[in-house]
């Protein structure tokens, strides 16, 4: 079955450092990987989509790579404010269909 | 746009009883999805249509979820009858181009079946 893994230990970092998350895969790569942010009691807000054949992506402060050799994918946010403070989520497409598949997110907590 | 409106935000209901959640999707999107989220097991996917049209339901965990989408812009997901086990936060979202592009979620409906 084809698996998105996202490191379950929430992340603390100080104000204006640079946030790394890590989102891995198994099995074959897939076609989009997407990274929406979800707030306590509400929905998750979409923030970025990179297909496989790029290898980062930019918005802003945030900036998504994709490595289908290591099978992952990293989600920065650099000069990181306490507004930052969330759950960060990453989903797979693979094509054949139009399902993605969540993990199961990693909390980062930006810390005055 | 108001975005994707779910109701109820919050539903309290015992044992057995049947419970219906809503969603309204934002205009002009073809797909609409059910997702449920546990601190288990996270966001999972129970069905999505397309064009109004169910297209894969292969996530829906029992005979007792059924979900129905008669327009464009509405669709219900009930559960009959309720059990305890179905305690989750379910959300509805839509998108315009499918499960490849970016989805809009609602707030979400929270359900406590005690």
């Known amino acids: 079955s084809q698996k998105i893994e996202q490191n379950s230990e929430a992340l603390n970092i100080q104000e204006g450092k640079t946030a790394t998350l890590t989102c891995n895969y198994t099995?074959?790569?897939?076609?989009?990987l997407q990274w929406y942010r979800q707030d306590p009691g509400r929905g998750p807000v979409f923030l970025l989509l990179i297909r496989e054949n790029e290898k980062e992506k930019r918005k802003e402060r945030l900036k998504v790579t994709f490595d289908t050799t290591l099978k992952q994918s990293l989600f920065h946010i650099t000069a990181s404010q306490p507004a930052d403070s969330a759950t960060y989520l990453c989903?797979?497409?693979?094509?054949?269909?139009?399902?993605?598949?969540f993990g199961t997110g990693t909390q980062l907590k930006v810390e005055l | 746009d108001a975005g994707v409106i779910q109701s109820p935000r919050h539903e309290v209901t015992e044992m057995g009883q049947e419970v219906t959640l809503r969603c309204k999707p934002i205009?002009?999107?073809?797909?609409l999805f059910w997702y449920r989220q546990t601190m288990m097991r996270g966001l999972e996917l129970l069905i999505y249509f397309n064009n109004n049209v169910p297209i894969d339901d292969s996530g829906m965990p029992e005979d007792r979820f059924s979900a129905k989408m008669p327009n464009a812009s509405f669709s219900t997901l009930k559960i009959q009858p309720s059990e305890p086990r179905d305690s989750a936060v379910y959300f509805c979202?839509?998108?315009?181009?499918?499960?490849?592009?970016?989805?809009?979620f609602g707030p979400g409906t929270r359900l406590t079946v005690t």
């Open positions: 979202a839509s998108s315009r181009w499918g499960g490849a592009y970016e989805q809009y």
């Open positions: 989903a797979r497409f693979t094509g054949g269909g139009n399902k993605l598949t």
């Open positions: 099995n074959y790569s897939p076609a989009y």
């Open positions: 205009s002009g999107h073809d797909y």
